[in-house]
């Protein structure tokens, strides 16, 4: 089992829909939680950091962790077809961070 | 300012040939990582580099790959020689603490084709 799981879709959605982007990690040392997103032929980018347990809201994006179920959530309200890009989970802790696979979103006017 | 500058962005070469790769870090970012990335996967951590300190090597395929940071800036990962296998988006990182988990700031990629 991967220590971050995440589905690689690909996931469609139409223009102004709400996208939920979801992983699972197993190791419960976890603490640091990171959401970044990949356009084409680009490197990662930043798009959410969340330490432990709780909710991060930043414009249309919030990402939301549940240590219970080790369960981390993005969400993004009022999708735009600028939002077409892979979203890659990560978490870890000071010492190392592990990366899900990427989920494929494509937003359609 | 400038970001991660990665160079070639892309490279084409016959299976066990040499072929590097060059980084320029974010200035005053201590911390270099080289990630290899295959289509569809999340990045796997090659390197990682503390100014010019090697501080985590541990998924780096030593037999064929070998890397440097001379004066804790510039950055240079080889293979020697390449096999099929090792097509990959090859990406270079900063940041600018030691921590796993503070932000890193990537490259666009080198492309590497391996025929």
């Known amino acids: ?37 990949q356009y084409s032929r680009k490197g990662p980018e930043l798009l959410m950091y969340t330490y432990s347990s709780g909710n991060k809201e ?9 240590k219970s179920s080790k369960y981390i959530s993005l969400f993004i309200r009022d999708s735009q077809p600028s939002d077409s890009a892979t979203y ?5 802790n000071n010492r190392k961070l592990i990366w899900g696979l990427g989920t494929s979103l494509a937003v359609n006017p | 300012e400038a970001g991660v500058v990665q160079s070639p962005r892309y490279k084409i070469i016959e299976k066990k040939q040499p072929v590097a790769f060059w980084c320029n ?17 999340g990045p796997e951590l090659l390197i990682r580099y503390e100014n010019e300190e ?17 004066k804790g800036v510039d950055s240079t990962l080889k293979i020697q020689p390449a096999e099929l296998g090792d097509s990959a988006v090859y990406l270079c990182a900063s940041s600018p603490g030691p921590e796993a ?13 391996v025929v």
């Open chain 1, 58 to 66: 930043d414009g249309r994006f919030t990402a939301q962790v549940d």
């Open chain 2, 101 to 113: 988990n503070t932000e890193a700031f990537f490259g666009q990629g080198t492309r590497l084709t």
């Open chain 1, 88 to 92: 890659l989970c990560a978490g870890g």
């Open chain 2, 54 to 70: 090697a501080v985590d090597d541990s998924q780096l395929p030593k037999d064929r790959f070998s890397a440097e940071r001379l």
């Open chain 2, 25 to 41: 870090p974010i200035s005053g970012h201590n911390t270099l990582y080289w990630y290899r990335q295959n289509l569809g996967q």
């Open chain 1, 1 to 37: 089992q991967k220590e971050v799981e995440q589905d690689p879709g690909p996931l469609s959605v139409p223009e102004g829909a709400i996208v939920s982007l979801n992983c699972t990690y197993s190791n419960s040392a976890f603490q640091y939680f990171m959401w970044y997103r």
